[in-house]
C-alpha cells in the first residue's frame, strides 16, 4: 500500500480514508465491467470522473 500513496497514511483517520479509496475503486472497476453486460452500459464520462476523483484522494493527481 506504501507505493499507492506517496505520503503513507500514518493516523486511523488516513489509513480509513486510504481503504475505503481502495474499496470505491474496486467499486468503480466492477459497476465498469458489469456495465459491458448490461443493455444500457454505464456512460465512459461517469466512469472517468469517477476515475479522476480516486485519483485525487490517493494523491495520483
Not at 3 to 31: C, G, N, Q, R, S
Amino acid at each position: 500500500m506504501a507505493d499507492k500513496y506517496p505520503m503513507f497514511p500514518k493516523t486511523d483517520k488516513e489509513k480509513e480514508i486510504a481503504a475505503l479509496t481502495e474499496v470505491l475503486d474496486a467499486i468503480v472497476t466492477l459497476i465498469e465491467m458489469l456495465s459491458h453486460h448490461l443493455d444500457e452500459a454505464v456512460p465512459q464520462t461517469m466512469i472517468y470522473v469517477l476515475r479522476q476523483r480516486i485519483a485525487k484522494l490517493k494523491g495520483d493527481v
